[in-house]
């Protein structure tokens, strides 16, 4: 059973830093592209950043600059550098990755079960 769990979320006043992890755990072949995801009350889920196995990143233009995205692959593991944090960050973020499971040929997405983040003084 693969699942990935996020931590790291939390109240942060404007202006601050928070980082947020994921880990993925199970039986796991490899793992392509790991990415993640927000979702602010009454708005569509939204990428946030992705990084693929090789270390290229894509940002959403709302975050290029404040967020940093990167990954350890010994640890199956993607992290989500935030500074410079807004009120209209808070959300609740979600960690994505593509994973190949024991057993399977091609990749599946997997989704973590979110953490919120609240930016508010």
């Known amino acids: 059973q693969v699942q990935l769990v996020e931590s790291g979320g939390g109240l942060v006043q404007p202006g601050g830093s928070l980082r947020l992890s994921c880990a993925a755990s199970?039986?796991?072949?490899?793992?392509?592209?790991m990415g993640w995801y927000r979702q602010a009350p009454g708005k569509q889920r939204e990428l946030v950043a992705a990084?693929?196995?090789?270390?290229?990143?894509t940002y959403a233009n709302s975050m290029k600059g404040r967020f940093a995205i990167s990954r350890d692959n010994a640890k199956n593991t993607v992290y989500l550098q935030m500074n410079s944090l807004k009120p209209e960050d808070t959300a609740v973020y979600y960690c994505n990755a593509d994973i190949i499971p024991n057993g399977a040929f091609w990749p599946t997405g997997y989704w973590g079960q979110g953490t919120q983040v609240t930016v508010s003084s």
């Open positions: 199970g039986s796991i072949i490899s793992i392509n592209t």
């Open positions: 990084i693929t196995r090789s270390g290229s990143t």
